[in-house]
């Protein structure tokens, strides 16, 4: 079995995340998308400390499917550099871990 990822990265809001993730659980490139809106982030962008309102997207799927995740997610986003983040997954309910591995083979 292809051990799950997490895919952590954030969007301007939840309509774009809401669109962003379907695409990649259509396409099979997760088995499931979590949408977490109302974030707030302060961060340093070109010598300034900016603050945002945000959207959490958490992505999973399969270890092999990361880099085409990664893909996908840069080019549907609209942020100059934005935040993607993969997060390897040390263990968990071994069902859930295959039904990840399944639903998110292309």
């Known amino acids: 079995m292809d051990n799950p990822v997490l895919v952590y990265t954030t969007w301007p809001d939840a309509a774009a995340a809401e669109a962003a993730g379907r695409a990649l659980v259509a396409a099979k490139l997760a088995a499931c998308v979590n949408i977490l809106p109302g974030m707030v982030s302060l961060y340093a962008w070109k010598g300034a400390i900016e603050e945002a309102s945000e959207t959490v997207m958490i ?48």
């Open 59 to 106: 992505i999973k799927t399969a270890a092999a499917r990361a880099d085409a995740v990664t893909a996908a997610v840069r080019d549907a986003h609209p942020y100059e550099t934005p935040a993607i983040l993969t997060l390897p997954v040390s263990g968990g309910e071994p069902a859930y871990l295959a039904w990840i591995a399944a639903e998110s083979r292309g």
